[in-house]
Nanobody, 125 residues
Framework: QVQLVESGGDSVQAGASLRLTCEFS????????MGWFRRAPGQAREFVAG????????LLGDAVKGRFTISRDNAKNTVYLQMSSLEPEDTAVYYC??????????????????WGQGTQVTVSS
């Protein structure tokens, strides 16, 4: 059973930066692609970023390209989401996600095998 624990969510002003962290446990970390999704109030869950097992393939959602980056540290079983130039539209609960295809991260929530509990990011103008 995979467990994902997110941290780093906060309330910030527009233009600020935040780094979210997701700690993975329970299985072999390198057997999974990892990703981040978010859900804003009243909206559908949205893909944010994904990374494959060796960081050779990185995907970013259109809304965050140029502002967010995803990275992973396989020695620490951890994946990060570095967010910069935050906008009020980035306000959401951010979820860490794992995908059993280690080579190909997916934009689809239906391909996620495990979810974290979520961490709230609030950006005020």
């Amino acid at each position: 059973q995979v467990q994902l624990v997110e941290s780093g969510g906060d309330s910030v002003q527009a233009g600020a930066s935040l780094r979210l962290t997701c700690e993975f446990s329970g299985r072999s970390f390198i057997s999974y692609s990892m990703g981040w999704f978010r859900r804003a109030p009243g909206q559908a869950r949205e893909f944010v970023a994904g990374v494959n097992y060796n960081s050779g393939t990185i995907l970013l959602g259109d809304a965050v390209k140029g502002r967010f980056t995803i990275s992973r540290d396989n020695a620490k079983n951890t994946v990060y989401l570095q967010m910069s130039s935050l906008e009020p539209e980035d306000t959401a609960v951010y979820y860490c996600a794992s995908n059993q295809d280690p080579r190909r991260p997916s934009r689809l929530a239906t391909n996620v095998d495990y979810w974290g509990q979520g961490t709230q990011v609030t950006v005020s103008s």
